[in-house]
T-cell receptor, first 117, second 109 residues
């Protein structure tokens, strides 16, 4: 089975801290995604990546950056955490790159609940 | 913005078929329809996808209208474990995948 592993299930940080959320997948997937999920707002795409060192902005990239130095790892970085970044963060990966979506199944991690105090 | 419209919530009696509708009137010819569900406190889980033809797997069936402007996910014999938020997504592939707010399905005992 495909496994997408997020480094922490729960995280508590202080305002202004630099926060790293790590995600690792074990199926050699090209695509990786970071979403955040808030009550009433659903899942919103922050950033995604098609390949190593590639990144694309999603719908809400402000206040975030990402790093993809290795194919299996996609990191989400909060440069200076703020209280409005308190949220559930979900990482996902999928196999198909820039092609038709014949196999664009997304595999999600269990999520990281981040609280910024 | 999501390219799909789904009802906010639905109820279904345990053991009955749950039929979840989705409108995607602006779908393009190469876009696939995908369904995911999210059980409380877990990441979303893939259910099924299709392009034009109806599809069936061990979890569900997907019925896509001939004009492809809408689809229905069918859970043939709903159980309490099927209580979840169900997301309908259209995607071309190699592109950002946008989730809407989904349908909250309540299975009633």
């Amino acid at each position: 089975d495909v496994k997408v592993t997020q480094s922490s299930r729960y995280l508590v940080k202080r305002t202004g801290e630099k926060v790293f959320l790590e995600c690792v997948q074990d199926m050699d997937h090209e695509n990786m995604f970071w979403y955040r999920q808030d009550p009433g707002l659903g899942l919103r795409l922050i950033y995604f990546s098609y390949d190593v060192k590639m990144k694309e902005k999603g719908d809400i990239p402000e206040g975030y950056s990402v790093s993809r130095e290795k194919k299996e790892r996609f990191s989400l970085i909060l440069e200076s955490a703020s209280t409005n970044q308190t949220s559930m963060y979900l990482c996902a990966s999928s196999f198909w790159g820039r092609a038709f979506a014949t196999n664009e199944k997304l595999f999600f991690g269990s999520g990281t609940q981040l609280s910024v105090l | 913005d999501a390219k799909t419209t789904q009802p906010t919530s639905m109820d279904c009696a345990e053991g009955r078929a749950a039929n979840l509708p989705c409108n995607h009137s602006t779908i393009s010819g190469n876009e696939y329809v995908y369904w995911y569900r999210q059980i409380h406190s877990q990441g979303p889980q893939y259910i099924i996808h299709g392009l034009k033809n109806n599809e069936t797997n061990e979890m569900a069936s997907l019925i896509i209208t001939e004009d492809r402007k809408s689809s229905t996910l069918i859970l043939p014999h709903a159980t309490l474990r099927d209580t979840a938020v169900y997301y309908c997504i259209v995607t071309l592939g190699g592109d950002k995948i946008i989730f809407g707010k989904g349908t909250r399905l309540h299975i009633l005992p």
